[in-house]
């Protein structure tokens, strides 16, 4: 554990008003929207953005976000998935930064965002119907767990916002990941 981690969960709540109250430390916002279906293998990100067309245009209006896209992951028992799933947890699992506000949607699913803030890491536990931003130049690590099943909405400014600036800091192997989390080992 490096020297400026806590050892231990300082804080482990479901209660909305205390994350929020937390988070609002780090200039974090989490909102919730509703959660309109579940996302079947093959649902477009146009389809699934469409669902949420009104919470799309609304958000995008107020704050300055003018790319939209989706991402998906569903476990399929099809050649390689295994080892691209793999991949794609192991980047995501190294702190990083962007440009501008990370803003995501989980329309389905459950992935956690690791917060650097300082010298404390929040552990920010999203799932369906959860929207969180988090500020530019927030350094931060995401676990979509050992098998990722979710789809998140992404929201840009700009072409190239969401490019991450790894910090090379190892900070991310000191702390529990999602299924630890989930399953409350990490007390």
């Known amino acids: 554990m490096p ?24 200039s974090v916002r989490l909102r919730r929207w509703p959660v309109r279906g579940t996302v079947e293998p093959g649902t477009t990100a146009d389809e699934l953005i469409d669902r949420y067309r009104s ?18 992951f569903h476990p399929e028992e099809t050649p390689g998935w295994r080892e ?16 501008e506000d990370e803003v995501r949607f989980f329309a389905q699913g459950v992935g956690c965002f690791y ?6 890491v929040y552990a920010v536990v999203c799932e369906a119907g959860d929207l969180l931003s988090v500020p530019a130049r927030t ?20 072409e190239n ?8 800091d190892p900070i991310a192997r000191h702390f ?10 990490c007390e």
């Open 176 to 185: 529990p990941r999602l299924d630890a989390l989930l399953a409350g080992s």
């Open 3 to 26: 020297d400026d981690a806590p050892d231990r969960v300082l804080l482990r709540t479901r209660d909305e008003k205390e994350i929020n109250h937390t988070l609002r430390e780090c």
């Open 115 to 120: 917060l650097h803030v300082g010298s404390r």
């Open 84 to 99: 691209h799933a793999a991949k794609a947890r192991e980047v995501f699992l190294e702190e990083h930064r962007h440009s």
């Open 161 to 168: 916002g969401g490019i991450g600036d790894f910090t090379g």
């Open 139 to 158: 350094t931060h690590w995401f676990d979509m767990g050992p098998r990722p099943e979710f789809c998140a909405v992404r929201f840009f400014e700009r």
């Open 55 to 72: 919470e799309v245009d609304e958000l995008c209006a107020r704050e300055g976000l003018r790319l939209v896209d989706a991402v998906q």
